[in-house]
């Protein structure tokens, strides 16, 4: 088999809570293969969202390695990481992040002139039809639905074909038919370009369509499924 494209070993978190150090993740390890999906299950509260980061490179492990194609993440500084993300990443986080003084189409086009694409714009706007928001192209985020905010965050994510993608809870804010297009719009990034992602999700529709659907529970990988993490 080729080298995984995510590799995490022995991963830890620990952050400091209001009660002090607590330990988030105790020891993860994991492989993503290239063209994979992995759907991350489990409660509130089981580290989806910070496991999600620390392959972003948005946490920093506090022990254990993590290698994305090849590279150690944990050997990169802040930019070094941000460039990691430019060059080979698209994140979707719970809370969209999306740039509230930009437009839709602005907000999209922009990992693509940062990649140096001529005509941003024009495959901003052809993404934002893929998700259903053609005619809210020139809205900001503030006049837009959660449902539509989110569908814009994953329009942006994917736009510059990034080698992995990784979304937190992708379909969270949407109802059946605008979830169905998302989904079809992760699979093809997967299907026509290649693409490995890493899903969060609590939907039944979306863990179903993955690869290998993986349960964190209190910050480890459920026992019955460590073997098949590995
Ligand atoms: N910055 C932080 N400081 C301290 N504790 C944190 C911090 N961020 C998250 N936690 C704790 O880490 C644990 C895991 O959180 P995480 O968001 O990864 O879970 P999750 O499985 O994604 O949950 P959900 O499904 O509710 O989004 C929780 O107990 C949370 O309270």
Known sequence: MTDPVLALKDVTLRLNGNAGMVEILHGITLDVHKGETLGLIGPSGSGKSSLLMIMGGLERASG??????????????????????????????????????????????????????????????????????????????????????????????????????????????????????????????????????VLVTHANALAEKCDRVIRLTDGRVAPDQAQAAE
Not at 95 to 109: K, R, W
Not at 127 to 150: F, I, K, T
């Open 64 to 197: 254990g390695s993590v290698m994305a194609l090849g590279q150690d993440l944990t050997a990169l500084n802040e930019d070094g990481l941000a460039r990691f993300r430019r060059d080979h990443m698209g994140v979707v986080f719970q809370s969209f992040h999306l740039i509230p003084t930009m437009t839709a189409l602005e907000n999209v086009a922009t990992p693509l002139e940062l990649a140096g694409k001529p005509d941003a714009f024009e495959l901003a706007r052809a993404e934002l039809e893929a998700v259903g928001l053609g005619n809210r192209a020139d809205h900001y985020p503030a006049q837009m639905s959660g449902g539509e905010q989110q569908r814009v965050a994953l329009a942006r994510a994917s736009a510059p074909r990034p080698k992995i993608l990784l979304a937190d809870e992708p379909t969270g804010n949407l109802d059946g038919v605008n979830g169905d297009a998302i989904i079809k719009m992760l699979f093809d990034l997967r299907d026509r370009h290649g693409a490995t992602l």
